[in-house]
């Protein structure tokens, strides 16, 4: 496979469910990012990563959980989510964060994630 | 704060015509600002790059331009075709910050 690639695409889940989001870069990035894309809302950086270290948390409450074991992986562990988190997660991977100029971002499918 | 708006929700063109989107900011000094497509279903997909110090950039039918005076990015379609039909995005970057607009919906009419 190349690129980006998210699994599962679509999760449904209880408030009291834990669930695992999972990212693949195949791209040979050292940067990794997830999102957050609600209706009618920006997309929502959430954390960053750059060579396995994460290097931003944007105020992400703690039932969102990241791991980043390897510069090619990275998960989004949730635990007792609440309905308003029911959103589209996308992944996305660069060569690295900061000022590079050429920074571009390659984004994964999304998990379309929905919380009962 | 930082803010980012982007012209409308929606836009609709004429098939043909050049469509123009827009990318305001306040509070905020990019380094560069980024446009991207995003179609139903997937993830945004990366179009052009424009930097600060850069007035306009083209890419095949693709015009950018960056005015760090008015805050202002616009976003040009020429020769627009349905298959443009998408929702764009603008992001602007300075350091590891990144901010995304919302998107304007374009929808190109036959």
């Known amino acids: 496979e190349t690129g980006v690639t998210q699994t599962p695409r679509h999760l449904v889940m209880g408030m009291t469910n834990k669930k695992s989001l999972k990212c693949e870069q195949h791209?040979?990035?050292?940067?990794m990012y997830w999102y957050k894309q609600s209706a009618k809302k920006p997309l929502e950086l959430m954390f960053v990563y750059n060579f396995k270290e994460q290097t931003e948390n944007n105020s992400v409450p703690s039932r969102f959980s990241p791991e980043c074991p390897n510069s090619s992986h990275l998960f989004l562990h949730l635990h007792t989510l609440q309905p308003e988190d029911s959103a589209l997660y996308l992944c996305?991977?660069?060569?690295?964060?900061?000022?590079?100029?050429?920074?571009?971002?390659?984004f994964g499918p999304g998990t379309r994630l929905t919380v009962l | 704060s930082q803010k980012i708006e982007q012209n409308s929700e929606a836009l609709n063109i004429q098939e043909g015509k050049t469509a123009t989107l827009t990318c305001n900011y306040t509070n905020y000094s990019p380094a560069y600002l980024q446009w991207y497509r995003q179609d139903p279903g997937r993830g945004p997909v990366f179009l052009l790059l424009i930097r600060e110090n850069e007035k306009e950039k083209r890419k095949e039918r693709l015009k950018v331009t960056f005015d760090t005076t008015l805050k202002q990015s616009l976003f040009h379609i020429t020769a627009s075709q349905p298959a443009d039909s998408a929702t764009y995005l603008c992001?602007?970057?300075?350091?590891?910050?990144?901010?995304f607009g919302k998107g304007t919906r374009l929808h190109i009419l036959p």
């Open positions: 992001a602007l970057h300075r350091d590891d910050k990144i901010i």
């Open positions: 791209l040979g990035h050292n940067a």
């Open positions: 996305a991977s660069s060569r690295s964060p900061g000022t590079s100029e050429e920074n571009e971002q390659f």
